[in-house]
């Protein structure tokens, strides 16, 4: 199974400020179509997952663009610009380019310093 | 507007059954791969199986693999996970997600709770 292993696990943030998470991959996950399916999540507090960024770097819509994805391979970052209050809760990071199983990273806790 | 809405949860002893609905909606549900992925309290994020658009192909993870049963029945837009066998470690919250592209939409879950 492929592992994802997030970076840093806690994240306090100063409103304002820009928010950066890591998430590296056992293996490379690009697929044999060329695609790399390397997707990001942000769990709200009491709320459902909602994908934020899916194949790397493509938003989804109504997300803010303060978000952005990027990396290859076996390395990927998630960035957020400027933290916002709404911006709380946990980020995981999941692989679909090797299944079964699809797989998570550990969860990224962001929070307002 | 997608939407996702489960039920189906309960308290439940160890080895007993549960079967979990998902009702789709805002989207042509006969198109699309369905996963079950589950959450226990305070953990993190897993997935149990998914199901193509046509039920030809199904998957589970290996935890749940003799015990669970996806299926789906596109005349009614739902989804289901029979859940047998129940263990302890089955106790979470249990989402229905969509997959464009990749699994995309989760509903709002159901709580599995498995104690005696």
């Known amino acids: 199974d492929v592992v994802l292993t997030q970076s840093p696990l806690s994240l306090p943030v100063t409103l304002g400020q820009p928010a950066s998470i890591s998430c590296r991959s056992s293996q490379s996950l690009v697929h044999s179509n060329g695609n790399t399916y390397l997707n990001w999540f942000q769990q709200r507090p009491g709320q459902s997952p909602r994908r934020l960024i899916y194949t790397v770097s493509n938003r989804d819509s109504g997300v803010p663009d303060r978000f952005s994805g990027s990396g290859s391979g076996t390395d990927f970052t998630l960035k957020i610009s400027r933290v916002e209050a709404e911006d709380v809760g946990v980020y995981y990071c999941?692989?679909?380019?090797?299944?079964?199983?699809?797989?998570f990273g550990q969860g990224t806790k962001l929070e307002i310093k | 507007e997608v939407q996702l809405v489960e039920s189906g949860g309960d308290l439940v002893q160890p080895g007993g059954s549960l079967r979990l609905s998902c009702v789709a909606s805002g989207f042509t549900f006969s198109n699309y791969w369905m996963h079950w992925f589950r959450q226990a309290p305070g953990k993190g994020l897993v997935w149990v199986s998914h199901i193509n658009s046509d039920g030809s192909t199904i998957n589970y993870a290996d935890s749940v693999k003799g015990r669970f049963t996806i299926s789906r029945d596109n005349a009614k837009s739902t989804l289901y996970l029979q859940m047998n066998s129940l263990r302890a470690e089955d106790t979470a919250v249990y989402y229905c997600?969509?997959?464009?592209?990749?699994?995309?939409?989760w509903g709002q879950g159901t709580l599995v709770t498995v104690s005696s």
């Open positions: 997600v969509s997959d464009f592209i990749t699994p995309d939409y």
């Open positions: 999941m692989q679909s380019t090797h299944w079964p199983p699809y797989t």
